[in-house]
């Protein structure tokens, strides 16, 4: 039996779209057959994990049998009027970015990615309650999509559910972020024979009612003063600071102690949790259970995580409060549905590592992002044309960066602090040396991954622990375009672009002159045991050798270097061949020589910190 692979499927891709994915459920498993013939015979850990998870609907399927019957069988049951509700928290970056600065930031910035996710699961399980029968179709972060049967006074209902998030997200967040309710009417015939188009115009209007919602966040003229003006002092004393995590609120709590607020206290409870519990338990209950991560409040109702150890207490848990569990590790899956919340943060004594900890005894923290080139429109094209493709890709990718990647970080990579990882893209933080060698694996895993038919691009930015979060998170946005825009831009259609230290280029290409400097620093090393001066004086021949047509004078690089080379490293003979390699990578590859020699710096200067130390 073989198992087809998703990226078979897929064609060329232009434009850009809608990006999703779907955490995995115990059904996969049910099979005894395909566990005995396909699972049995994968000895590689990594492909057990990926295959076990995606049982097909038949041999050389690339449609989940999951998905597959989960769809037909939902609108067999809704009837033919379908009502289509799809979610969507706005403001993640804020969510995740606003006010921090980095001597804090590993606290917390782990769980409000996570937060993000869980918020959304609760979302659409509000929604899920308000319609009878409905079921999600699609889910992600900070996305989801669900079929409902069609009722006259479902527009009552939504927006009575929309009021109710707005109020949350004003009164605890400002309304700086929030959550979106859109929704669009289809029919049961047309969701069954989605690739034959009829669906599409539905689904389109389902987008449009989503953008026509965006511009009109947070219905104001249906509040009161006192939903919209919040006094931050109101029950203020006057000995109280702002909270450090979110420069917002007022610190009235404690944690690790350390003052905050009690939003930044719940998100600090829940990275503390994260990093040393297995499974998670999410529930609705009137009143707060002591030990619970809150996750929204809505009337009466408070919705609830709970994080476990132990299986055993875990299943007592759910049992009792009626929760969904999950296991939310990278480890092999045990009988409980995975979705991987708990990703690696570097920690010790099992307290999550602060960044400044991280880079002890280094030059710096380096911050990388990294996405799939070209790769919404795909997404578009199954989204519109096959949920259940769109699940499977969604299901691959996500699989990708948050079991996979996050497995060999774990296993490999100590101080790399995952921010994000799922979706199709990933944000860590690290140890820079760390940061560029993972994301030389990442980057050739995934191309293996994808059958070598996509590529990823990757932004790089190196700092120093004391920066802003928000500053680098904006840096590294920039470098990551600048990346792929570059890249496109050498080749036209394909991206596979790297920015690091400012400089942009395809990836081949950072790896080639790696490669090829390697000898000129082995010669180095050779000759002098100080080779910093000597890369730093590169440094500006590359400057002036990319520069030539702006002033003639830098044309001058080439007499400079041979000067320098035979005053200060040889006036050998038989080493001037290596004068002249060295003179031909310069002219060859001007300024994108430099991030390879900055590594080389920073790597020379760790060294004699190591060596004083
Ligand atoms: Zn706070």
Redesign the pocket.
């Known amino acids: 039996m073989q198992i087809a692979h998703i990226f078979n499927d897929n064609k060329t891709n232009n434009n850009s779209a809608f990006i999703d994915y779907q955490p995995f459920d115990t059904r996969y498993f049910e099979n005894q057959s395909f566990k005995e013939k396909v699972v049995k015979n994968i000895t590689d850990e990594y492909s057990k994990l990926y295959y076990e998870a995606l049982e097909p609907i038949s041999d050389k399927s690339i449609i989940s049998k999951y998905d597959d019957e989960k769809l037909n069988s939902l609108v067999e049951q809704l009837g033919e009027d379908i009502l289509m509700i799809s979610g969507d928290f706005w403001g993640i970056q804020k969510f995740i970015f606003d ?1 921090l600065n980095s001597s804090k930031a590993a606290k917390i910035l782990r769980s409000r990615s996570a937060m993000v996710q869980l918020i959304t699961y609760v979302v659409a399980d509000m929604v899920k309650k308000e319609f009878a029968g409905s079921d999600m179709v699609l889910f992600g972060a900070g996305k989801f999509m669900i079929f409902a049967s069609y009722e006259s006074s479902y527009q009552d209902k939504l927006q009575k559910l929309q009021k109710c998030l707005d109020n949350y997200f004003l009164q605890n967040f400002f309304g700086q972020t929030g959550f979106i309710l859109s929704s669009s009417t289809t029919t049961k015939t047309k969701v069954l024979h989605q690739s034959s188009n009829e669906m599409q115009k539905d689904l389109e209007n389902l987008a449009k009612d989503n953008e026509l919602k965006k511009l009109q966040k947070f219905n104001f003229l249906d509040l009161k003063d006192d939903q919209v003006c919040i006094d931050i002092f109101d029950r203020a004393n006057s000995d109280e600071s702002i ?7 007022v ?1 009235k709590e404690s944690v690790e102690g350390i003052k ?6 719940n998100q600090i409870a829940l990275g503390s949790q994260l990093v040393k519990s297995r499974y998670l338990s999410i529930f609705a209950d009137t009143k707060r259970s002591e030990g619970a991560i809150i996750l929204f409040e809505t009337g009466a109702t408070i919705y609830q995580a709970m994080l476990f150890d132990s299986k055993e207490k875990a299943q007592q848990h759910s049992c009792k409060f009626n929760a969904k569990l999950f296991d939310i590790s990278d480890e092999n899956y045990t009988g409980i549905a995975k979705w991987a919340l708990g990703s690696y943060a570097p920690s010790e004594n099992k307290k999550i590592k602060t960044f400044d900890e991280i880079a002890k005894n280094s030059s710096g923290l380096m911050a990388l992002k990294a996405d799939v080139d070209r790769l919404g429109d795909i997404f578009r094209n199954y989204y519109m044309k096959s949920f259940k493709k769109f699940n499977r890709l969604s299901r691959e990718l996500d699989f990708f960066f948050s079991s996979y990647v996050s497995k060999l970080i774990r296993q490999n990579y100590p101080n790399c602090y995952i921010v994000f990882a799922g979706g199709d893209d990933l944000y860590l933080i690290g140890e820079y040396k760390e940061v560029v060698t993972l994301a030389k694996e990442v980057r050739e895993k995934f191309y293996n991954f994808s059958l070598q038919k996509a590529t990823l691009s990757m932004g790089l930015v190196m700092f120093k622990p004391s920066t802003s979060i928000q500053y680098i998170s904006s840096k590294v946005d920039e470098a990551e375009s600048r990346a792929k825009e570059v890249a496109s831009q050498q080749d036209g259609s394909k991206r596979n672009g790297i920015d690091i230290f400012g400089i942009s280029m395809k990836f081949d290409e950072f790896l080639k002159i790696e490669n090829e400097f390697a000898k000129i620093v082995t010669f180095l090393e050779s000759k002098s045991k100080e080779t910093t001066s000597f890369y730093f004086k590169l440094l500006q021949f590359c400057d002036m050798s990319e520069n030539v047509a702006k002033d003639p004078q830098n044309a001058m690089w080439r007499s400079k270097l041979h000067y320098f080379f035979r005053r200060n490293i040889s006036n050998a003979d038989e080493d001037k061949t290596m004068c002249a390699t060295l003179e031909a990578l310069i002219e060859h590859y001007k300024q994108k020589l430099q991030p390879t020699l900055f590594l080389k710096i920073y790597a020379n200067r760790d060294k004699t910190k190591g060596e004083t130390q």
């Open positions: 006010g909270c450090p995590f979110c420069s917002k609120r610190a905050s607020c009690s939003i930044c206290a």
